[in-house]
């Protein structure tokens, strides 16, 4: 079946600009997590969706960053008066859950490289 | 906060040379999982431990979960040029329901 999807894969914007990036999870799986990458660095956590439940924006850097996703489907990230600081990828993983505790593996998206330029 | 090291942050080795990475956590876990990112790819699952003095294995890698479930590790055989890639752990810790990556160890085999 389908995995995760992203767009668009790659985006250049200018200094001030918002972006919106899109994730598409895979069907059925409730969990939905945004990571942030910089180049060469690991995993930073963004923001976790589980099902109807109020998200855990906790590792939101700013104010400038939010994410919003309809129910169990896509989601997006939208990122204001973009900085040069926000260059990176930004992935998107989903899995399945079974609450509080999720133990399942993630899927990952290819990924949208974001360059503010 | 919780955090998650791994060592060493790089490792060259000979292809047929063993690999070792090591996942350490400042709290203690409720499970583990381990990915591997390849040059310009994104993390894959490889595996999850979830028991105390847990040991896995898949072909020529080997997983382990500490006894106090606060380190992991991930042995590879006798590398292989398909090897190369980062290495991730990933923490959960108890009674969160997100997980912490850990720095990542970047491996290269030379041929």
């Known amino acids: 079946g389908a995995g995760v999807s992203q767009s668009p894969s790659n985006k250049v914007t200018e200094k001030g600009k918002d972006v919106e990036l899109r994730c598409d999870p895979i069907s059925g799986h409730t969990a939905l997590y945004w990571y942030r990458q910089r180049l060469g660095q690991g995993l930073e956590f963004l923001i976790y969706?589980?099902?109807?439940?109020?998200?855990?924006k906790s590792g939101l850097p700013s104010d400038r960053f939010s994410a919003e996703r309809t129910g169990e489907s896509v989601s997006t990230l939208t990122i204001q008066r973009t900085q040069q600081e926000d260059s990176a990828v930004y992935l998107c993983?989903?899995?399945?859950?079974?609450?509080?505790?999720?133990?399942?593996?993630?899927?990952f998206g290819p990924g949208t490289r974001l360059t503010v330029t | 906060g919780q955090q998650v090291m791994q060592i060493p942050q790089y490792q060259h080795v000979q292809e047929g040379e063993d690999f070792t990475t090591y996942c350490n956590s400042s709290?203690?876990?409720?499970?583990i999982q381990w990915y591997k990112q390849r040059p310009g790819g994104h993390p894959v699952f490889l595996i999850q431990l979830v028991k105390s003095g847990e040991v896995k294995k898949q072909k020529r890698l080997t997983f382990q979960f500490g006894e106090a479930k606060k380190n992991s590790s991930l042995h590879i055989t006798a590398t292989q040029t398909t090897d190369v890639g980062t290495y991730f752990c990933a923490g959960f810790g108890s009674g969160t329901y997100k997980y912490i990556f850990g720095t990542g160890t970047r491996l290269k085999v030379l041929a």
């Open positions: 709290t203690t876990l409720s499970n």
């Open positions: 993983a989903s899995s399945l859950s079974d609450g509080w505790q999720p133990a399942y593996e993630q899927y």
């Open positions: 969706f589980q099902g109807n439940s109020a998200p855990d």
